[in-house]
Nanobody, 127 residues
Framework: QVQVVESGGGLVQAGGSLRLSCAAS????????VNWYRQAPGKGRELVAH???????NYADSVKGRFSISRDNTMSTVFLEMSGMKPEDTAVYLC?????????????????????WGRGTQVTVSS
């Protein structure tokens, strides 16, 4: 019911900036929050940033002050602005949409809670 696609990855020099986008389609009214994760080669998946429909945000300590998450009014697109980038930021960045059970006028738009993941976008920071 909800699909997400990441974009905006690429190669950047240390100290540079990138903006990632997470575009959602389908029943976006069901999205309660969006998370950005990253996974570097040989490492586990790390939660980088989180934003709710109420625009509450949280960040991993490793990116605080350098990354900023934001969203559009409809929660259809969530952005991750990355600045002051470091080689250790190199990873595949993945977007996850948290979907809540949603009923509108007695009609179940999203009948149960779930999550939807994108395939990721590669970010490489050169030293």
């Amino acid at each position: 019911q909800v699909q997400v696609v990441e974009s905006g990855g690429g190669l950047v020099q240390a100290g540079g900036s990138l903006r990632l986008s997470c575009a959602a389609s389908g029943d976006t009214i069901c999205i309660s929050a969006v998370n950005w994760y990253r996974q570097a080669p040989g490492k586990g998946r790390e939660l980088v940033a989180h934003i709710t429909r109420d625009s509450n945000t949280n960040y991993a300590d490793s990116v605080k002050g350098r990354f900023s998450i934001s969203r559009d009014n409809t929660m259809s697109t969530v952005f991750l602005e990355m600045s002051g980038m470091k080689p250790e930021d190199t990873a595949v960045y993945l977007c996850e949409a948290e979907i809540r059970r949603t009923v509108v006028l007695a009609q179940p738009i999203c009948p149960s809670a779930s999550t939807s993941w994108g395939r990721g976008t590669q970010v490489t920071v050169s030293s």
